[in-house]
């Protein structure tokens, strides 16, 4: 008994001593509890970290990349007008990876900028050793820096596949896919394609002064260089063999390759290549990737996060040019051009003329689009300043039976006008482009960012004129009658172009006719009445045309005696407020209204004289009365024969700028100037554990200091 009870009790004790199925389970779930409660905290905050780390290299890196392109563009001599010129990306379209591949046109993704020259960039007796053969620029390039002059390369800042190898022509081996924006549509990291930031510097041109066809595509008509092609960075054609090979490039043996494996070996990544990608695709409410359709072909919706922008610039008034010729005594002139604030326009651009003062109501103006097209017209409007409506617009053009009331002309380069009808007609086909006489002429400048409203004579009044008979010869007028008819003495402004023999004749009647009273009698040429054969005048048929000031340019024969006499010389223009009486040799003035002149004569003749000083479409010379004696003949009147009394004087040729605005107007100006570059610099980078992007987005303008305007 004792021995068998001893046994049991020992038993009893050992089934005692083991844990329970449920005090295991009990133990595990509060060893999980206390795991969890230690270690979730220590792993989210190794996430956090890692997310920070993350975040830091995204704004380190755009803070990198915005320093550079800031130098690059700030410091560039000419920027490329990229407000047209779109880059494309290949992307299916539709999700996953088995959709069709298209090019996606990306805008303002690309920006091409010149450099300044450096101390050797410009030098042609380096050897070759002595330069980059992918640039052509020196090795050793100095300091020295040529704000003055363009470099010979390229700075060229786009968006491009990661991995850019293309397959055939139009077929990329791997198109646009982000793994993480399509984790519903299928697809994996191996077809993992974004979008990478890169930045290239290249020539144009060889050392040698070949076109680098490694690089870009030659002009078959010039022969010039491609600068812009949407497709460069998978262009699939392979350059002529025997240039000089790229740095570095391990395709094969010749150092070269297609175009597209060219560009990516020069090109440099200012994002990491391993977790950006520098667009963002658009998503709908459910979280899918969003498509849009146009002409025909379905895109996705992808917004760049690194974009070139020019600046835009709105209600830019103009600054008249001087509105004053103190050379010639004019103290209230119409400006003749007006400087925007900035240059390097792009297109569209639109430009106002106002003719009223700011503060009239209703507000006359001339309003212009420059839309691409040239024949574009210039509209007239009116506005009703209150309610900010716009009362009418009709196309700024004076029809033969109308009134110089709301009407103008295109603003385009090159203006020519029919000299016999002021018509404007097309330069390439010699016909009417609007079949109307314009009311104000003015072009645009875009990269200088000036309104010009200044035009030479030749743009009405071209050839034949006399023996020149070129385009854009001068107004001529021959020393004998043996050219143009002599129409006699007709009142009223309406006399032909007359010859410098009648100009001398006219006069000489006058003297002769009234006695001693030569106080206002002179010797002229009125440029409103052209010859017959030359066509109207643009200050006789154009309204509100005057002589920009300061322009015209009188040449005609020697009034003085001598050896010189008759020969050609260029005449002085003096003030228009000094008294014709005052005129010298080899001198001319204006006309402008003077007090002498204050009474009405019966001749009609003598009253049209007396109306031409008060014209200032005339020109006046030496007007004095000679001495009997004066040899030869009288010295004061012009020359019609040379010294030795038998050869024929040289004409008097007259050029001028004339200009239709008038004093008051005020021009605005809205455009996009590239002189101001807006720079939005994105940065995404993917954390991988969570998969979620970290961004940073830095925007700067960026004034381009060394832009020629």
């Known amino acids: 008994m004792t021995r068998y009870g001893f046994t049991n009790r020992i038993a009893a004790t050992t089934t005692r001593a083991a844990f329970t199925l449920i005090e295991l389970l009990v133990v595990m779930a509060i060893t999980a509890i206390l795991l969890g409660l230690i270690f979730g905290p220590l792993i989210q905050s190794f996430n956090l970290t890692n997310r920070a780390r993350v975040q830091a290299l995204t704004q380190d890196t755009a803070r990198r990349a915005t320093e550079i392109a800031m130098r690059d563009v700030s410091n560039g001599v000419f920027v490329f007008d990229n407000a047209q010129e779109p880059i494309n990306l290949w992307v299916y379209d539709q999700p996953g990876i088995n959709g069709n591949v298209v090019a996606l046109p990306v805008p303002y993704a690309l920006l091409d900028i010149v450099p300044p020259a450096r101390i050797q960039d410009q030098s042609a007796t380096l050897a070759p050793q002595d330069t980059d053969p992918t640039t052509g620029l020196a090795l050793k390039r100095g300091n020295l820096a040529l704000p003055v002059a363009p470099g010979r390369v390229i700075t060229r800042y786009f968006l491009g596949l990661r991995d850019n190898t293309m397959v055939s022509a139009g077929k990329p081996a791997k198109p646009y896919f982000n793994f993480f924006n399509n984790l519903r549509s299928g697809g994996s990291l191996t077809n993992h394609n974004p979008v990478i930031f890169y930045r290239a510097v290249v020539s144009p041109y060889l050392p040698d002064g070949r076109v680098d066809e490694r690089f870009f595509a030659k002009d078959v008509t010039t022969g010039a260089p491609v600068i812009y092609d949407p497709n460069f960075f998978y262009d699939t054609a392979v350059p002529p063999s025997g240039l000089p090979s790229i740095p570095g490039f391990s395709g094969n043996a010749q150092g070269y390759g297609p175009r597209w494996q060219n560009w990516k070996a020069i090109a440099r990544a200012m994002v990491p290549t391993d977790r950006a990608d520098e667009v963002v695709q658009v998503l709908d409410d459910q979280g899918n990737p969003s498509y849009f359709t146009a002409n025909g072909v379905t895109y996705p919706r992808l917004n760049p996060m690194v974009r070139f922008q020019p600046t835009y610039v709105g209600n830019d008034a103009g600054t008249p040019s001087s509105i004053s010729d103190p050379s010639v005594g004019a103290i209230n002139v119409p400006p003749s051009t007006y400087v925007e604030q900035y240059g390097h326009w792009t297109v569209p651009y639109r430009l106002y003329v106002y003719r009223k003062n700011l503060d009239a109501n209703p507000m006359d103006l001339f309003f212009w689009q420059n839309g691409g097209i040239l024949t574009d017209p210039v509209m007239a409007q009116t506005w009703d300043i209150p309610t900010a409506t716009m009362q009418s617009q009709n196309p700024a053009f004076l029809e033969p039976n109308q009134t110089p009331r709301n009407l103008g002309i295109p603003a385009q380069q090159p203006i020519l006008l029919d000299p016999a009808t002021g018509y404007q007609i097309d330069p390439s086909t010699g016909s009417s482009l609007f079949g109307s006489v314009p009311l104000v002429l003015f072009t645009a400048d875009p990269r200088r960012g000036l309104i010009n409203c200044a035009f030479p004579d030749s743009v009405m009044l071209h050839g034949p004129k006399g023996p020149v008979n070129t385009p854009d010869g001068p107004q001529y007028y021959p020393p004998t009658p043996s050219q143009w008819a002599n129409d006699g003495d007709v009142p009223n402004g309406s006399l032909t172009m007359p010859d410098v023999a009648e100009i001398n004749s006219r006069y000489t009647t006058m003297v002769q006719k009234h006695g001693n009273d030569t106080s206002n009698v002179i010797r002229?040429?009125?440029?409103?009445?052209?010859p017959s054969n030359?066509?109207?005048?643009?200050?006789?048929?154009?309204?509100?045309a005057t002589i920009v000031p300061g322009s015209i340019v009188v040449k005609g024969p020697d009034q003085r005696p001598g050896l010189n006499h008759g020969r050609e010389v260029v005449y002085t223009q003096i003030p228009s407020d000094r008294p014709v009486q005052e005129i010298g040799l080899n001198e001319f003035r204006l006309g402008r209204p003077e007090n002498a002149v204050n009474h009405v004569?019966?001749?009609p003749v003598y009253q049209d004289m007396l109306n031409a000083v008060e014209d200032p479409r005339v020109i006046i010379f030496?007007?004095?009365?000679?001495?009997?004696?004066?040899?030869?003949?009288?010295?004061?009147?012009?020359?019609?024969?040379?010294?030795?009394?038998?050869?024929?004087?040289?004409?008097?040729?007259?050029?001028?700028?004339?200009?239709?605005?008038?004093?008051?107007?005020?021009?605005?100006?809205?455009?996009?100037?590239?002189?101001?570059?807006?720079?939005?610099?994105?940065?995404r980078?993917?954390?991988?554990?969570?998969?979620?992007?970290?961004?940073v987005t830095l925007t700067q303008k960026i004034r381009v200091r060394n832009l020629q305007r």
């Not at 002229?524 to 052209?530: D, F, Q």
């Not at 030359?534 to 509100?544: E, M, Q, R, T, Y």
């Not at 993917?686 to 979620?692: A, I």
């Open 524 to 530: 002229y040429i009125r440029l409103a009445t052209p």
């Open 601 to 603: 004569d019966p001749d």
């Open 534 to 544: 030359a066509g109207n005048s643009p200050l006789n048929v154009l309204p509100n």
């Open 622 to 683: 030496d007007s004095r009365v000679g001495n009997p004696g004066d040899v030869p003949g009288d010295v004061n009147a012009l020359p019609t024969k040379l010294a030795d009394n038998a050869t024929n004087a040289v004409p008097i040729t007259v050029t001028y700028q004339f200009q239709t605005n008038l004093s008051g107007w005020t021009v605005k100006a809205d455009y996009l100037t590239r002189q101001l570059m807006t720079m939005s610099m994105g940065v």
């Open 685 to 695: 980078l993917y954390e991988f554990n969570s998969g979620q992007p970290q961004s």
